[in-house]
């Protein structure tokens, strides 16, 4: 079995900074890629952040210049560093990775639970 367990959402005041975590546990062999996606009320689930296992990255244009994705290989974890929120960031932000598990040669994709970021005007 793998999970992915995130911390680190709460509610911040527009300007402020935080910081997501997820890691990843279990079986794991190889993880070929981890992303932040998030989802506010009434809007489809968005990507925001992706990093791969060479470390190449990819943002949303609006999250650009403000977010940085980064992750610790050795911890199977990613992070995601939020400078300078703005209320329409309030959203569910999600984990994700695209993985393979010990002995099993497909890569499949697995989800955190979720953590609410709220941003506060």
């Known amino acids: 079995q793998v999970q992915l367990v995130e911390s680190g959402g709460g509610l911040v005041q527009a300007g402020g900074p935080l910081r997501l975590s997820c890691a990843a546990s279990g079986s794991i062999a190889e993880i070929r890629s981890m992303a932040w996606y998030r989802q506010a009320p009434g809007k489809q689930r968005e990507l925001v952040a992706a990093v791969t296992n060479v470390g190449l990255t990819n943002y949303v244009e609006s999250v650009k210049g403000r977010f940085t994705i980064s992750r610790d290989k050795a911890r199977n974890t990613v992070y995601l560093q939020m400078n300078s929120l703005k209320p329409e960031d309030t959203a569910v932000y999600y984990c994700?990775?695209?993985?393979?598990?010990?002995?099993?040669?497909?890569?499949?994709?697995?989800w955190g639970q979720g953590t609410q970021v709220t941003v506060s005007s």
């Open positions: 994700n990775a695209n993985l393979r598990r010990r002995g099993i040669t497909l890569y499949q994709t697995y």
